[in-house]
């Protein structure tokens, strides 16, 4: 008897297991799905004619690479794209070094007025850029770097974002570590280069990947420094295909089809890391 009511009591708690279990999974399937379908859908309507563009249909009933070809003859598209990786990743290497040295210094050594410093950099990640425009704008010009690329790049050589993000993840790095290789008399350059980088190689491959997207998707500075489209990146060329008379939505989704190729190569060479990265501080 025992054993019979034992069974008759696990079943329904197995039972209440596994359809929590489906319910769990078809909840991530939902919000994969959410996730996946504008990508999907922006693929479809870059295959969709003019006819067809804003038609509900989920697959192409008449396929076409018109669009495409349209993108590709209204703007120099892949000039635009080597400008905005250049761009991109100028800023993002910028960024990371002067964030890691920031932050390092900051961790190892204590000074008198560190908690100021560390609070004037807090500050400074909330004044938008918009109010810094101008000013910037003007130094710019003054250096005749108006339409060169540097002009975008200079002004976002250091973030406070990325320096506070790396100032709280060398903050967890273990002391006990540092403080070995001081014993054996490496220079601090070293324990930097040699210890705690290679140990934070997944938080900053998670933060290079935000700061990259950040940078691709920059447009208000781009358009007030660039003097033409050869010089421009990505995001001018995709707004140009929308006027105040005419929107060309198909070359306009083939365009940014085109755009998105980059981001989605980064991520896969850099999806490990960052994997490894969300695991380490969800254990943490």
Known sequence: MSTASSLTTRAPRH?????????????LLFMAFIAVFPLYWLVVSSLKDVGEIFSPTLIPLRPTLENYADAHERIPIARMLLNSVVVSAAVTVCQLVTSVLLAYSLMRWDFKGKGVVYGVLSLTWLIPFQAIMVPNYVQVNSWGLKGNLMAIILPFMASAFASISMYQSFNAFPRALLDA????????????????????????ASLA???F??????????????NGMETAPIQIGLKSFMGSDTNLWGSLMAATTISCIPIFVLYLFMQRRIVDSFMKWGIK
């Open 181 to 204: 290789a001081r014993l054996e008399n490496k220079s601090e350059l070293g324990i930097l280069i040699d210890i705690v980088l290679p140990n934070m190689a997944s938080t900053i």
């Open 213 to 226: 997207i950040n940078s691709w998707n920059e447009y208000m500075w781009p358009v007030l420094v660039v």
């Open 15 to 27: 039972m209440g297991r596994m359809l929590a279990r489906a319910l769990k999974y078809a909840l």
């Open 209 to 211: 990947i935000l700061l």
